[in-house]
């Protein structure tokens, strides 16, 4: 199996494809098989690497109480150098769009263009921090099993198929309980990133579903708006997944971007 060692650290990663380096940046409480149609999907235009972040599915247990979204961050840029690439095209999801914006200003040169797929740049709200401690004590109460019951509810469109849920249950439940916790305090301490976004001057896709009732339409629009020459798409028949609920319109998204070509609004 691939690991690259970063930070002492065993980070895990899936490889396809050749050329440019994509590297696909999963979101919490999720692993790197979120992207697998995207591998599949885009391997003829890209070298796709999709990795397990610190803690999560393959890689190496945490002993970190804090999972910050700078370490998860920096371990990225350690994963593009083990690489043997200069740069990366970062394709991030939810949480892992809060790392991708920690990585473009942290380590702004390692990013060739930036993908930013139902996440927003603001930190956490008081409410949003004391959900997220409520969540943890569901956790501990009840168990993965019942967060995945409530994240399959919460995540997905209107009509998820039995595919998309079976996904998110498989990621959810096979995620440690302590990176659970400790993800969960990096995204309540995060910073807030919205100022850094009118300076990000590489391509940018801000996607996501139509149906998210995490990230609104009109939030993503707004965060877009930030972005000089920021291409935006909403993705129609998807909730808060949509590389697993669409995943050949995320994949036609991302050629456009990876190629230049204009980007439609699906409205």
């Known amino acids: 199996m691939p690991f690259a060692r970063v930070n002492g650290n065993m980070l895990f990663y899936r490889e396809v494809g050749d050329g440019p380096l994509a590297l696909f940046v999963h979101g919490f409480p999720?692993?790197?098989?979120?992207?697998?149609?995207?591998?599949?999907?885009?391997?003829?235009v890209r070298r796709c690497v999709a990795v397990d972040l610190r803690g999560f599915g393959k890689s190496d247990p945490i002993?970190?109480?804090?999972?910050?979204?700078?370490?998860?961050?920096?371990?990225?840029?350690?994963?593009?150098?083990?690489?043997?690439?200069?740069?990366?095209?970062?394709?991030?999801?939810?949480?892992?769009?809060?790392?991708?914006?920690a990585l473009w200003e942290?380590?702004?040169?390692?990013?060739?263009?930036?993908?930013?797929?139902?996440?927003?740049?603001?930190?956490?709200?008081?409410?949003?921090?004391?959900?997220?401690?409520?969540?943890?004590?569901?956790?501990?109460?009840?168990g993965r099993s019942s967060i995945a019951t409530e994240l399959i509810a919460a995540l997905l469109g209107r009509s998820p198929s039995y595919r998309a849920q079976a996904r998110l249950r498989s990621m959810i439940e096979g995620t440690r309980y302590e990176t659970f916790i400790a993800a969960l305090e990096g995204m309540k301490e995060r910073q807030d990133r919205t100022s850094l976004l009118s300076r990000i001057d590489v391509?940018?896709?801000v996607a996501g579903g139509e149906d998210d009732a995490l990230i609104p339409r009109a939030d993503l629009k707004a965060m877009a708006e930030q972005i000089p020459g920021a291409r935006t798409t909403i993705i129609p028949d998807a909730g808060h997944l949509p590389p697993i609920e669409q995943p050949d319109r995320v994949n036609h998204a991302l050629i456009e971007l990876f190629e230049g070509r204009k980007v439609v609004w699906w409205a």
Do not use: N
């Open 203 to 205: 391509p940018v896709l």
């Open 106 to 142: 942290l380590r702004p040169t390692l990013v060739r263009s930036l993908t930013l797929i139902d996440t927003k740049a603001s930190a956490d709200t008081g409410e949003a921090r004391v959900a997220r401690d409520a969540m943890a004590d569901r956790l501990l109460d009840r």
């Open 30 to 44: 999720l692993d790197h098989s979120l992207w697998l149609d995207q591998l599949k999907g885009l391997a003829h």
């Open 63 to 101: 002993v970190d109480a804090t999972l910050t979204m700078e370490m998860l961050a920096d371990d990225l840029a350690g994963v593009i150098q083990a690489l043997g690439a200069a740069q990366a095209d970062i394709v991030s999801h939810s949480m892992g769009g809060y790392v991708a914006l």
